[in-house]
């Protein structure tokens, strides 16, 4: 089936040591996005992509960056996360069907990640 | 500015009571679209429903049902004979028209629905 997988499930990274989490997509969707979502809180959009044109949001931290190389892959760098960027980190697509109808957001299952 | 409400923080019912979760929205979009999520304590989001700003019919699937009101901004989301598998949490979303080309999804706080037995 076409879906959005994000690696690992479950990341545990050491206080400042870089980290990447990754995102594939089946969809060939033109948007990609991040969110983050803290405990008890809604997800919170950082930044999105269409095609290769990169959109940060104004409060994004400029310890998150985000590469994609290719349609189907968007990477989350979290250059020196900090005890406060544990989170889960939602990945999601977005694009038309081929008949033209609008197709909506698919969301993957996510990475939560620990800062130890 | 988008921004969706969700009042209700936390709802308790005991399994098989009907339930209903208040969802208000405001944009300055004509066209726009809404969205329910649930979110288990698994993490993933699980799409319930979408809705365009022109189509203001209810729809029933099942158990679940919603409430468009453009009148009212409201998009409000009934369980009825809830169940303990139905405890989430369950968040409004709004977009605009054209999400593919890179809007944002704006989610509110979300309500925590606890479903007893």
């Known amino acids: 089936d076409a879906m959005v997988i994000q690696n690992p499930r479950y990341q545990v990274t050491q206080f400042g040591k870089p980290v990447t989490l990754s995102c594939s997509q089946t969809l060939n969707h033109n948007v990609m996005y991040w969110y983050q979502q803290k405990s008890s809180q809604a997800p919170k959009l950082l930044f999105h992509y269409y095609d290769k044109d990169f959109n940060n949001e104004a409060d994004t931290p400029d310890n998150f960056q985000s590469r994609r190389p290719n349609t189907s892959f968007c990477f989350l760098d979290i250059r020196s996360p900090g005890l406060g960027d544990a989170a889960m980190y939602l990945c999601?697509?977005?694009?038309?069907?081929?008949?033209?109808?609008?197709?909506?957001?698919?969301f993957g299952s996510g990475t939560r990640l620990t800062v130890v | 500015a988008q921004k969706v409400t969700q009042a209700q923080t936390e709802i308790s019912v005991v399994e098989k009571e009907d339930v209903t979760l208040d969802c208000v929205y405001e944009t300055r979009d004509t066209t726009y679209y809404l969205f329910w999520y649930k979110q288990p304590p698994s993490g993933e989001l699980v799409f319930l429903i979408r809705?365009?700003?022109?189509?203001?019919q209810n729809e029933i699937s099942g158990r679940y049902s919603w409430n468009f009101q453009k009148s009212t901004s409201s998009f409000n989301f009934t369980i009825t004979a809830s169940q303990v598998v139905d405890s989430a949490v369950y968040f409004c979303a709004l977009s605009g028209a054209y999400m593919e080309y890179g809007n944002k999804l704006v989610f509110g706080a979300g309500t925590i629905l606890r479903v007893k037995s």
């Open positions: 999601a697509t977005s694009g038309r069907a081929g008949t033209g109808a609008f197709y909506g957001y698919t």
């Open positions: 809705r365009n700003s022109f189509d203001e």
